[in-house]
T-cell receptor, first 112, second 110 residues
Framework: NAGVTQTPKFRVLKTGQSMTLLCAQD?????MYWYRQDPGMGLRLIHY???????AKGEVPDGYNVSRLKKQNFLLGLESAAPSQTSVYFC???????????FGPGTRLLVL | GIQVEQSPPDLILQEGANSTLRCNFS?????LQWFHQNPWGQLINLFY???GTKQNGRLSATTVATERYSLLYISSSQTTDSGVYFC????????????FGKGTSLLVTP
């Protein structure tokens, strides 16, 4: 049982490049979330999903897209990366509402 | 979203000392979690505590939901307790996604 895993762990992009971050969970959780963490800040919600095939916008969705084609995977896409998207990205999942959210180890992204 | 304020923002302790971290929130919540972010950036769940009191070893937490605050107690602190402690809350308005405070940065010195 690996819990929540994220791929890649670290990536450097040039402005305008695209990439996809993968979050996978093996706990059969319904709910999945993408957050970003900037220096000196708590985490802020980008997008979330309440089940397979569903997604919704969070607090800071601009410049990102997501997909949840399979229950265990939640993908975060950057179509045209910008330096303002330099951050640490965390994925989380939870089996039901009002329960503990479990976090992945994070992906460090640097956009030059 | 729900506003979350944590205090103090920074704290320096000597090993063996006790401390209390506070989290105030602006709306009713269904979920409140405390996390420890270690120096490697990993987020570690400490407590799921939307109300009541829980204890886990040297750590304990109390949430008074009606007064919209939670407290995290660290007793007999150790250097490995260093890091940032986050409080995060949620309710039904955002799919139960967590709203994080800015954290309390704790440094425990030998």
């Amino acid at each position: 049982n690996a819990g929540v895993t994220q791929t890649p762990k670290f990536r450097v992009l040039k402005t305008g490049q695209s990439m996809t971050l993968l979050c996978a969970q093996d706990m059969n959780h319904e709910y999945m979330y993408w957050y970003r963490q900037d220096p000196g800040m708590g985490l802020r919600l980008i997008h979330y999903s309440v089940g397979e095939g569903t997604t919704a916008k969070g607090e800071v969705p601009d410049g990102y897209n997501v997909s949840r084609l399979k229950k265990q995977n939640f993908l975060l896409g950057l179509e045209s990366a910008a330096p303002s998207q330099t951050s640490v990205y965390f994925c989380a999942s939870t089996p039901r509402l009002q329960e503990t959210q479990y976090f992945g180890p994070g992906t460090r992204l640097l956009v030059l | 979203g729900i506003q979350v304020e944590q205090s103090p923002p920074d704290l320096i302790l000597q090993e063996g000392a006790n401390s209390t971290l506070r989290c105030n929130f602006s709306d009713s919540v269904n979920n409140l979690q405390w996390f420890h972010q270690n120096p490697w950036g990993q987020l570690i769940n400490l407590f799921y505590i939307p109300s009541g009191t829980k204890q886990n070893g040297r750590l304990s937490a109390t949430t008074v939901a009606t007064e919209r605050y939670s407290l995290l107690y660290i007793s007999s602190s150790q250097t490995t307790d260093s890091g940032v402690y986050f409080c995060a809350v949620s309710n039904s308005n955002s799919g139960y996604a967590l709203n994080f405070g800015k954290g309390t940065s704790l440094l425990v010195t030998p």
